[in-house]
């Protein structure tokens, strides 16, 4: 459903360098770079506030050496700013209750406000209706893969700051986890581990859970948005059938521990809209569309895995600190970590193998395919 009004939740709040790299190529880097704090690195805290982990943007290969993070209704309003100047507007108020194939095309029933159905019949469809994607059940998909152990918390904050405001902190405690990002106005989005009985739980828990992983350093003035919530790695296992095409949580959903999930669906969208133009304009033949599904899932499974690397390595670094085992070492060699780096960064896709891409031969030639 299309809200009537866009929420205030801060939700997805990290657009990544590679991200950034997509929003300066179609103009929309100003208003980001305007309406968000930057992250140039980020560290891991165990006890006592000791350093675990760091790792830092400076000197990658990109435009932007830093994150942008703002809340994600910040995001909406410069996207649907944007989509005002090109003439287009988002409807809202509306439920799409049927999408399904016919002869025509897609068929999509649409219920409005005011009760009244209306039917039409676009050529195509593009789901990005999230993890309860109606398009994606019309095609028979399921998000395969895993929930990951545990609950966890989410709440938007209030707080002086604990760590330098250009980071994101990870704090690993005997009293449990916490992530903070910096958000503008002295803000902060958190995640928290969330104990599994927990039935209820009220904003002055959420600054009490806070400042006891602070070790009492620090306690939220003010608690706005909070959500529990559990983390997921799931893809399906096609994103397109010549007609509907899904693209961010419709299609994946990983940790947000990685940062990536908000960033891979504009990935998404960038990828199938340049294809789709073409398509549409009559300047490509609709073949093309078909690359949209090779290359996305060729980059997507790559989101889930650096994701999931993210995932169970913070939250093994967690359970050791809170059992009183030794944490692991950090990997020192400088190939590995400068390559999670870029994967962090979302710098490092690549399309091999998919139809648009071929090798270059050493004579300059390009192989027959």
């Given amino acids: 459903m299309t809200r009537v009004k866009p929420h205030r939740q801060a939700r997805a709040t990290t657009i990544q ?6 929003l300066d190529s179609v103009g929309l880097l ?44 910040e995001t909406q309003r410069i996207l ?90 990870f704090v690993c ?34 600054a009490a859970r ?18 529990p919530f559990r983390m997921h790695r799931r893809i399906v296992s096609r994103l397109a059938d010549g007609r509907r095409f899904l693209i961010g949580d419709a299609a994946h959903l990983s940790s947000p521990f990685g940062g990536e999930g908000l960033n891979s669906g504009l990935h998404d969208g960038y990828d199938l809209a340049w294809k789709l133009a073409l398509v549409l304009r009559g300047h490509a033949r609709r073949s093309l569309l078909e690359d949209y599904a090779v290359e996305r899932m060729i980059a997507d499974r790559h989101v889930l895995e650096v994701s999931d690397k993210v995932h169970n390595a913070v939250v093994g670094i967690a359970d050791a600190v809170r059992q009183r085992c030794p ?23 690549d399309y091999v193998g998919s139809p648009l891409v071929a090798d270059c031969v050493g004579t300059g030639a390009h192989t027959a395919a």
């Avoid at 360098?17 to 997509?22: A, F, N, V």
């Avoid at 005997?174 to 995640?191: A, H, M, N, Y």
């Avoid at 806070?210 to 959500?227: A, K, Y």
């Avoid at 950090?330 to 962090?344: F, K, Q």
Wanted: aromatic share 6%; with cysteine.
């Fill in 17 to 22: 360098p590679g991200t950034l790299e997509i």
């Fill in 30 to 73: 100003p208003p980001f770079l305007e309406a968000s704090e930057y992250v140039r690195r980020s560290r891991l805290y165990g006890p006592d506030m000791t350093e675990l982990r760091s790792l830092t943007f400076e000197g990658i290969d990109c435009c932007c050496e830093f994150q942008c993070c703002l809340p994600q209704y």
């Fill in 80 to 169: 649907e700013a944007h989509l005002a100047s090109l003439g287009g507007a988002v409807e809202r108020g509306i439920t799409a209750t049927k999408v399904e194939s016919d002869a025509h095309g897609v068929l999509v029933e649409l219920a409005h406000e005011n009760g009244s159905i209306e039917t039409v019949h676009p050529e195509m469809v593009i789901g990005a209706g999230g993890a309860h994607s109606i398009t994606r059940d019309s095609m028979g998909e399921p998000l395969e893969g895993a929930t990951y152990q545990g609950h966890f918390l989410g709440a938007d904050i209030a707080m002086q700051a604990p760590f330098p405001r250009d980071e994101t902190s």
């Fill in 173 to 206: 405690s005997q009293d449990g986890l916490l992530l903070l990002t910096p958000l503008p106005g002295g803000r902060w989005v958190s995640f928290q581990d969330l104990e599994e009985h927990l039935e209820s739980i009220t904003a002055e828990d959420v």
């Fill in 210 to 227: 806070i400042e006891l992983r602070l070790g009492g350093r620090r306690r939220p003035m003010d608690v706005g948005w909070f959500s």
């Fill in 327 to 349: 944490v692991p070492a950090a990997v020192a060699d400088p190939v590995p970590a400068a390559l999670l780096r870029n994967a962090r960064a979302m710098i490092d896709v």
